[in-house]
């Protein structure tokens, strides 16, 4: 017997005009992994919170079918009462705490269950050693980075002892090795414990070879189909599926393992120049190129109460090139940007643009407060507001992350020659980000410079023209994103790793 | 060590009524180094944040107050008939600023002393049955100041992004984003607590903290010290009528060394641990 069934599911937020779910009809066996997959704003932060009874219970509007999560139906039990039954993590890992530390967050759920103290107790004991969470049991919430709050938020959710685990995109919000953190947690639950797990999640290549089924939402309308059918029709898919169907590999890899089988009768990838040849003028930091350089940045400096972060860094940037700028948290990369900028006065050395520098911070969020988007555009050109002709009286707030990214970004560096983004691509779904992409090259083309600081590396290998790694303060490597990325462990695509050589997309492999 | 919140509470209540009540200079320097020996007994690694602010209160009232006020017979020097600070500048004045902002000094260190000990989380446990729900609403609402705080910086940092003014004229400006974000943070927070079952039966409690003998004596002697400062004629000292401070009453400063119970107890309980491991 299915642990939770939808039946002709179908929601409309109060006052919206289109539902956000339609005829929603779907099973979750026992012991099933589902990957939910959907563009942003497609409805899967709506769907997931049907199953607890979020929505309709704490939202409104208008709720038609039926959903029963472990034998309730939620038209008649409230979320409160379903919360012993479902764990939920939600997306943003800084709201879902109630209290000030660890350990009492963990046991707040079995709190609300009235469960005695010694359980309690020795269900703490038992979550902190699933997850693995022990070294943080005495820290403060707020002392927590990104990664150990979804962490924490997994383990007081798997503490009630829940029969499945809905999890909202719990990695959107982190960089690439928090995330990878926390998804180890989901697949250890889910290889340990046959926790059932409905996942929300960007990071397709991750857990695909982890799912059963794939749920996929367009604009409300949800199809439930085998991982390979699902993968192999589109949307969000691994760079390794894409090249699959490309050249016909059957059945369909899922991850690198299956696929090494068949890349072995791949033709060899051409050995692509290292770095320090001389075709690419290469100098760390001076990245020769036709056109002229609009930022020169010397021997530049920079400490957090004497804790540098970036330390004697030369660079200049040319106009009409794209540089991704990679490296482990905490590198420098925030902290140049806004050396770049003027935010930051350099403490040593000099950050001299010639054009207007525009930076665009990580949480795109807060740069917009405006009632609506048209008031948001107010002062802009013509051409910038063109392209969001279609939405200007909607209330930015309520824009998908994809598409208030884009808002961001027009408000703040419309008119600006150089262009710094910092994580632009953090939460955004793939066609966003290609999107953006291709946005990006465009302003390229108008001769803009632009710098990306980011961890993505597939969509840094599909946009950038330039890449840089720091790491302590310092540009360790710079070159062709072809020569970079391809020489490396961490920063390698997933194609990359397949086939090695100079290849780093699936579109770049001949077969 | 005292760990009860509740006890903090009554030592936290007492200190306040004596800071606000004691004006004598003597009284206000006793309990300022009372209320610093409990802090420093115990911070538990934290570091001093808000010292700066403390400090800036109690040195804004005597800098206006030696401003503004033309009061007072030791005069220090006179400004020429420049409008608001011309005229004659007294040593009265300047005191009678000191004293207020020694008031407002030994505020911000006792909420400080509070801030250290007390997580409200275990005030919330503490409360009985009845005050439940509505104590982990306050302690939501606690939850959240830094919180607003933080988003308050995001917010002004977006608008110097976008090449808007960030001085304190912007700051009705600044006011709708900061409810914006706030409201939709206090959604979300709604729906964890409902997500994870608050409210649909009776609670039990994790680690409930027993009362010991330090938070009895603790709150005992913070009851002591309340009724002293209360119930004896408060030692009114206004430097306008007279720069010298009297010499303060046994009762009072009695009432004050009360205060410094939970420093005695910690390093009781330090003492006591040093011998075991002897």
């Keep these: 017997m299915p642990l939770i069934t939808l039946e002709g599911v179908s929601y409309r937020y109060p006052e919206a005009e289109r539902p956000a779910l339609v005829e929603v009809s779907a099973a979750v066996e026992p012991g099933q992994v589902i990957l939910l997959r959907g563009a942003s704003g497609s409805g899967k932060s709506t769907l997931l919170r049907c199953l607890n009874g979020l929505v309709p219970h704490s939202t409104g509007g208008e709720f038609r079918g039926r959903v029963m999560a472990c034998g309730l139906d939620t038209r008649t039990h409230a979320p409160r009462e379903l919360g012993a039954h479902i764990g939920f993590v939600f997306q943003h890992p800084d709201a879902q705490f109630v209290l000030e530390d660890v350990e009492a967050e963990l046991a707040f759920g079995m709190e609300n269950l009235g469960l005695s103290g010694p359980l309690m107790r020795k269900r703490v004991e038992e979550v902190i050693d699933q997850v693995g969470i022990n070294h943080l049991r005495r820290r403060g919430i707020d002392t927590l980075s990104g990664g150990e709050r979804q962490r924490v938020a997994i383990a007081a959710a798997l503490a009630v002892h829940p029969q499945a685990l809905v999890l909202d995109e719990p990695t959107s919000q982190l960089d690439p090795q928090a995330a990878e953190d926390v998804l180890q947690v989901v697949m250890r639950l889910v290889a340990e414990l046959g926790m059932t797990t409905v996942i929300a999640e960007h990071r397709v290549e991750r857990i695909a070879p982890f799912v059963d089924r794939i749920w996929t939402l367009e604009a409300g309308v949800l199809k439930d189909q085998s991982p390979r059918t699902a993968l192999a029709e589109g949307g969000a898919r691994p760079p390794v599926v894409d090249l699959a169907l490309r050249a016909g590999w059957t059945p369909i890899p899922l991850g690198l393992r299956d696929a090494r089988v068949h890349a072995q009768g791949l033709p060899k990838p051409p050995p692509y120049p290292p770095p320090q040849a001389a075709e690419w003028n290469f100098h760390i930091g001076d990245f020769r190129g036709a056109t002229p350089a609009v930022c020169r940045v010397e021997n530049l400096e920079y400490r957090y109460n004497g804790v540098p972060a970036v330390r004697a860094l030369s660079l200049s940037l040319r106009r009409g090139q794209v540089t991704a700028l990679m490296g482990r948290n905490g590198s420098g990369k925030t902290t140049l940007l806004k050396l770049i900028a003027g935010l930051l006065t350099p403490q040593r050395g000099t950050a001299r643009a010639d054009v207007r520098a525009a930076y665009v911070p990580q949480d795109a969020d807060a740069l917009l407060f405006a009632a609506t988007v048209e008031d948001e555009l107010r002062g802009q050109t013509p051409e910038v507001a063109a392209p969001f002709r279609a939405w200007l009286r909607r209330y930015p707030r309520d824009l998908s992350s994809g598409e208030r990214q884009q808002l961001a970004i027009a408000v703040v560096a419309a008119e600006a020659q150089l262009l710094l983004l910092d994580e632009p691509t953090r939460g955004l779904d793939p066609l966003v980000k290609k999107a953006l992409s291709a946005f990006l090259r465009a302003r390229a083309a108008d001769g803009a410079a632009i710098v990306i600081a980011t961890h993505d590396v597939e969509w840094a290998a599909r946009t950038a023209d330039r890449v840089l790694l720091m790491a302590e303060g310092e540009i360790y490597a710079d070159g062709p994103p072809g020569s970079v990325l391809s020489d490396s462990l961490v920063f390698a695509t997933q194609i990359s790793k397949l086939v090695g050589g100079g290849w780093l997309l699936p579109d770049e492999v001949p077969v | ?278």
């Design chain 2, 1 to 278: 060590m005292t760990r009860h919140p509740l006890a903090w509470c009554g030592w936290a209540t007492a200190a306040l009524a004596t800071a606000f009540i004691e004006r004598n200079p003597f009284l206000q320097v006793l309990l300022l180094l009372i209320v610093i020996n409990v802090f420093i007994a115990f911070r538990r690694g934290h570091r001093v944040h808000n010292w700066k602010i403390g400090l800036a209160l109690a040195v804004v009232p005597i800098i206006f107050s030696v401003a503004l006020s033309r009061f007072g017979t030791h005069v220090l020097f006179t400004l020429p008939a420049i409008p608001i600070i011309g005229g004659a500048w007294t040593l009265d004045a300047a005191v009678f600023g000191a004293s207020t902002g020694a008031a407002l000094l030994l505020t911000v260190a006792i909420f400080a002393v509070v801030q250290t000990t007390v997580r409200s989380a275990d005030l919330v446990a503490a409360l009985p049955r009845p005050f439940y729900r509505a104590g982990t609403t306050v302690a939501l609402a606690l939850a959240f100041a830094p919180k607003t705080v933080a988003s308050l910086q995001s917010i002004r940092e977006a608008r110097q992004l976008r090449g808007q003014r960030a001085g304190w004229r912007s700051a009705p400006q600044l006011l709708l984003p900061l409810l914006l974000t706030t409201l939709e943070r206090a959604l979300q927070y709604g729906e964890s607590l409902d997500a994870r079952g608050f409210g649909s039966r009776r609670r039990s409690r994790y680690r409930p903290l027993p009362w010991t003998i330090a938070d009895l004596a603790v709150i005992g002697t913070a009851v002591m010290a309340l009724a002293g400062i209360v119930l004896t004629p408060a030692q009114t000292y206004n430097p306008y009528l007279g720069l010298t401070p009297s010499a303060p009453t046994v009762n009072s400063l009695l009432a004050i060394l009360l205060l410094a119970t939970p420093a005695i107890s910690a390093s009781l309980s330090r003492m006591d641990h040093a011998t075991h491991h002897a």
